[in-house]
């Protein structure tokens, strides 16, 4: 079926840079992507979402970045900081309420 | 406004016994979900529904697995009996469509371990 993927496992970024995490998506009828925050022992958390009639949404040090041709999202963090450390999920929306879950990208921030 | 509240928040059973999950969404979303989410990967929706009703069950193991909303507000999610691939984190959102977010704020989860 359709899925939503990751390119990178894991990334380690020094503090203080900018993070880009890469996400690839299948299904050409996705209207809605979203990206979440997830740290040990908690729920997802919202980051920030993005409407397919969209292509750059910026929220406070976060970018995302939709590529309908190429079927590709990204997430920009800008001078990534210890609390920025999770895994990273994007997720995709077609019909209905229902989203679909990528694998999830690791962040981890050095200091 | 208070979180989606999930319990308990760790649970160890044998396989063939039974477990039940609790959720109380956030106060007024009529749309509630359950996803299950093994290690080292994202949620994979189980059930979602909107108030009482069912809209979608299509990933749910119904020979084992059964989920209830009775009057709209909290679920229960059960197992039964569990089998060790259940192992996972079982994930409660919901969420209410205002304008053009579809966010879902999750709870904290609860982490089951079939032995």
């Known amino acids: 079926g359709e899925s939503v993927g990751l390119h990178l496992p894991t990334l380690s970024v020094q503090e203080g840079d900018n993070s880009i995490i890469n996400c690839a998506y299948s299904n050409s009828a996705s209207d809605y992507f979203i990206w979440y925050k997830q740290e040990s022992g908690k729920g997802p958390q919202f980051i920030i979402d993005?409407?397919?009639?969209?292509d750059k949404r910026q929220g406070q040090r976060v970018t995302v970045l939709l590529n309908k041709t190429v079927k590709h999202l990204s997430l920009q963090i800008a001078a990534t900081q210890p609390g920025d450390s999770a895994v990273y999920f994007c997720a995709e929306k077609a019909a209905g309420n229902k989203l679909t879950f990528g694998g999830g990208t690791r962040v981890l921030v050095k200091p | 406004e208070a979180g989606v509240a999930q319990s308990p928040r760790y649970k160890i059973i044998e396989k063939r016994q039974s477990v039940a999950f609790w959720c109380n969404p956030i106060s007024g979303h009529a749309t509630l979900y359950w996803y299950q989410q093994i290690l080292g990967q994202g949620p994979k929706l189980l059930i979602q529904?909107?108030?009482?009703?069912?809209?979608?069950d299509s990933q749910l193991p119904k020979d084992r697995f059964s989920a209830e909303r009775l009057k709209g507000v909290d679920s229960t999610l059960k197992i039964q009996p569990a089998k060790l691939e259940d192992s996972a984190v079982y994930l409660c959102?919901?969420?209410?469509?205002?304008?053009?977010?579809?966010?879902?704020?999750f709870g904290p989860g609860t982490r089951l371990t079939v032995t």
């Open positions: 959102a919901s969420s209410a469509l205002r304008g053009a977010s579809y966010e879902q704020y």
């Open positions: 529904f909107q108030n009482n009703g069912v809209v979608d």
């Open positions: 993005i409407r397919s009639n969209m």
